[in-house]
């Protein structure tokens, strides 16, 4: 599967934006997807990922502020961020992973077996 992330861009603080993770081919909702974010210099850390069924999983640190969601018609998962804060400026990537979603989110990067190219999200304070 080749992923192709979008919809980063220069947003205030407590602005939102909404990040988009487009598929290709027939297998998209086979995988689990999940969002990554890394800043140079740190090792890229998850943020958000939803199951092949739907379930949904967050850091600590995004939770009540991004919301991921799927639709497996249009071979897209999405991460709604709101209330955006300095600390959330950073490359954000789309991955996704074929392993059971409680064992991809045990593995976290390693599992997931394919990457979009990233979208940078700069959150100006």
């Known amino acids: 599967v080749q992923l192709q992330a979008s919809g980063g861009g220069l947003v205030q603080a407590g602005g939102s934006l909404r990040l988009s993770c487009a598929a290709s081919?027939?297998?998209?909702?086979?995988?689990?997807i999940a969002w990554f974010r890394q800043t140079p210099g740190k090792e890229r850390e998850s943020v958000a990922a939803?199951?092949?069924?739907?379930?949904?999983d967050y850091a600590n640190s995004v939770k009540g502020r991004f919301t991921v969601s799927r639709d497996n018609a249009k071979n897209t998962v999405y991460l709604q961020m709101n209330n955006l804060k300095a600390e959330d400026t950073a490359v954000y990537y789309c991955?996704?992973?074929?392993?059971?979603?409680?064992?991809?989110?045990?593995?976290?990067?390693?599992?997931?077996?394919?990457w979009g190219q990233g979208t940078l999200v700069t959150v100006s304070s």
């Open positions: 939803i199951s092949q069924h739907g379930s949904t």
């Open positions: 081919g027939n297998t998209f909702s086979t995988y689990a």
């Open positions: 991955g996704a992973s074929p392993l059971p979603f409680s064992q991809a989110q045990r593995m976290g990067a390693l599992a997931y077996d394919f």
